[in-house]
């Protein structure tokens, strides 16, 4: 018997391949794999476990506008949006990074993660005033950073889910390490930034992890940035250095909630005399301050800051002189969303003296002290 002769199958002259499945890029432009039950031999034939990839119900080519492409290339475009934000973010906080003194750095504590536990957060505002644009023509303007006074003195409990801020009044007595009794806003004037920090720890008893010293002139464009901010204020009647006719600044509000662009939010921040309001002093005027502070706070939580958001990442860093770069000001901010919106608490003073060289000043008692910084550390 002479021996079989091979198949035609046996003797094809190619060779037979399984395709693989689909990838993930596959499956969301809508492809899927069929089976071929139907036609000729061959690697797509029956039997032979072929398979081809088709557009579901439409020809190759097919570019519709799908619900799942509008989708995917939404939430591309948001991504996009998120990620330009944050370059741009660390790109502004790199570089005003270096804008601190050595010493200044030198004198703050090292903390932690603020995002697991809380550190503080010094905050001080200065009498500086920038030397073009709204402010520059302000009388008896002081341009310089040396020599000027911290207007604003706040500190900041913040992280591990804690938000908590005490603001001081700048007018209060305070001894100055090696320059005696002095209105507690001396120590910058005399010493700068840190100056500043060591008169505050003594003061308090409380050491300082972070410091951020507000920018004046950088203030009202990082306002104007995030669309404005709404707060609600009681009449307000206040024309400081003059008034805007004289270089001043001019704010004029009816009870209710208004919504202030940057240079109105910074005189409203600044309002300590109101001629609608004989009561207002430097004590209602930290209290405008915190106000402020927790409207921003909200306007970045509000979907139309999403339209914003490069601008005032860019911005945002240009406020503010830190020895906090862009990571530790990242983790700030997030330990502020989650801890909420602090409460306001100021140091009430219990008296006042004259100093010399320094005029009335405002006394605050040992124990409101303590008790004020058990309020700020403990809650």
């Given at each position: 018997?002479?021996?079989?002769m091979?198949?035609?199958?046996?003797?094809?002259?190619?060779?037979?391949y399984?395709s693989?499945p689909?990838?993930?890029k596959?499956?969301l432009?809508?492809?899927?794999?069929?089976?071929?039950?139907?036609?000729?031999p061959?690697?797509?034939?029956?039997?032979?476990?072929g398979?081809?990839w088709l557009?579901?119900?439409?020809?190759?080519g097919?570019?519709?506008?799908t619900p799942?492409?509008?989708?995917?290339?939404?939430?591309?475009?948001?991504v996009?949006?998120?990620?330009?934000s944050?370059?741009?973010?660390m790109?502004?906080?790199?570089?005003e990074?270096?804008n601190?003194?050595?010493?200044?750095?030198?004198?703050?504590t090292?903390?932690?993660?603020m995002?697991?536990?809380?550190d503080?957060?010094?905050?001080?505002g200065t009498?500086?005033?920038?030397?073009?644009?709204p402010?520059?023509?302000?009388?008896?303007?002081?341009?310089n950073?040396?020599?000027?006074?911290?207007?604003?003195?706040?500190?900041?409990r913040?992280g591990?889910?804690?938000s908590r801020?005490?603001?001081i009044?700048?007018?209060?007595v305070a001894?100055?390490?090696?320059?005696?009794?002095?209105?507690?806003?001396?120590?910058?004037?005399?010493?700068?930034?840190?100056?500043?920090?060591?008169?505050?720890?003594q003061?308090?008893?409380?050491?300082?992890n972070?410091?951020?010293?507000?920018n004046?002139?950088?203030?009202?464009?990082?306002?104007?940035?995030?669309g404005?901010?709404?707060?609600?204020?009681?009449?307000?009647?206040?024309?400081?250095s003059g008034?805007?006719?004289?270089?001043?600044?001019?704010?004029y509000l009816?009870?209710?909630?208004?919504?202030?662009?940057g240079?109105?939010?910074?005189?409203?921040?600044?309002?300590?005399?109101?001629?609608c309001?004989p009561a207002?002093?430097?004590?209602?005027?930290?209290?405008?301050?915190?106000?402020?502070l927790?409207a921003?706070?909200?306007?970045?939580?509000s979907?139309?800051?999403?339209?914003?958001?490069?601008f005032a990442?860019?911005?945002?860093?240009?406020?503010?002189?830190?020895?906090?770069?862009?990571?530790?000001?990242?983790?700030?901010?997030?330990?502020?969303?989650?801890?909420g919106?602090?409460p306001?608490?100021?140091?009430?003073p219990?008296?006042?003296?004259?100093?010399?060289?320094?005029?009335?000043a405002?006394?605050?008692?040992?124990?409101?002290v303590r008790?004020a910084?058990?309020r700020?550390?403990?809650?």
């Open positions: 018997m002479g021996q079989p091979p198949s035609e199958l046996e003797n094809r002259p190619y060779r037979l399984r693989r689909p990838g993930l596959a499956l432009r809508g492809e899927e794999a069929e089976d071929l039950h139907g036609g000729g061959g690697p797509g034939g029956p039997g032979r476990g398979r081809r557009r579901r119900g439409r020809s190759p097919d570019r519709r506008i799942r492409r509008v989708i995917k290339w939404l939430l591309i475009a948001i996009a949006w998120l990620a330009l944050l370059v741009l973010f790109i502004s906080a790199q570089i990074q270096g601190l003194p050595a010493s200044a750095s030198s004198a703050l090292s903390g932690g993660n995002l697991f536990s809380a503080t957060v010094l905050i001080l009498d500086q005033r920038p030397r073009t644009g402010g520059s023509k302000e009388p008896g303007s002081n341009y950073d040396a020599g000027s006074n911290s207007d604003t003195i706040m500190l900041w913040i591990g889910g804690v801020r005490l603001s009044p700048r007018d209060t001894d100055i390490p090696g320059h005696g009794l002095a209105k507690i806003n001396a120590g910058y004037a005399i010493g700068g930034p840190a100056l500043a920090i060591n008169t505050i720890e003061f308090t008893g409380v050491k300082i972070h410091v951020i010293i507000v004046l002139a950088a203030f009202p464009p990082f306002i104007d940035a995030i404005g901010v709404d707060v609600k204020t009681g009449r307000v009647c206040s024309d400081i008034g805007t006719r004289n270089g001043g600044f001019s704010l009816s009870p209710g909630v208004h919504h202030l662009n240079i109105q939010a910074l005189t409203y921040a600044r309002t300590r005399e109101n001629k309001n207002d002093s430097d004590l209602t005027r930290v209290q405008h301050q915190q106000e402020i927790n921003i706070k909200s306007k970045l939580l979907p139309s800051a999403f339209f914003r958001l490069p990442s860019w911005d945002a860093p240009k406020v503010l002189r830190t020895d906090m770069g862009g990571p530790t000001l990242l983790s700030l901010f997030a330990a502020s969303e989650i801890g919106s602090a306001v608490d100021v140091l009430k219990t008296g006042a003296e004259y100093l010399p060289g320094y005029g009335d405002l006394v605050a008692s040992p124990q409101d008790s910084v058990n700020l550390m403990s809650g």
